[in-house]
């Protein structure tokens, strides 16, 4: 069995700073791409920002410069510091990763719960 959990979100003023991490548990052999998406309200998931094994990152054109993926693989967790908070930035925020499995070697998409991020005006 394999868990993501996410943590370190809240509410925070317009213009502060908050770090969301994502540890994955389990069962596990390997992880390849790590992601960060968001979803607002009656809209849809979007990607936010993703980083594969070696440390390739993309983000989001509308959180670059203010928003950064990084990861530690010794500890399967990956974090998103996220600077200069806007209230468009309000939304859920779910980690993503693909992951190979110990028990088996078969290969799946997890998701995490979701962490509730709230950027007052």
């Known amino acids: 069995q394999v868990q993501l959990v996410e943590s370190g979100g809240g509410l925070v003023q317009s213009g502060g700073s908050l770090n969301l991490s994502c540890t994955a548990s389990g069962s596990i052999f390997s992880i390849s791409l790590m992601a960060w998406f968001r979803q607002a309200p009656g809209k849809r998931r979007d990607l936010v920002a993703s980083i594969s094994s070696s440390r390739s990152t993309n983000h989001l054109d509308s959180v670059k410069g203010r928003f950064t993926i990084s990861r530690d693989n010794a500890k399967n967790t990956v974090y998103l510091q996220m600077n200069n908070l806007k209230p468009e930035d309000t939304a859920i925020y779910y980690c993503?990763?693909?992951?190979?499995?110990?028990?088996?070697?078969?290969?799946?998409?997890?998701w995490g719960q979701g962490t509730q991020v709230t950027v007052s005006p």
């Open positions: 993503n990763a693909d992951i190979v499995r110990t028990t088996d070697r078969w290969s799946g998409n997890y």
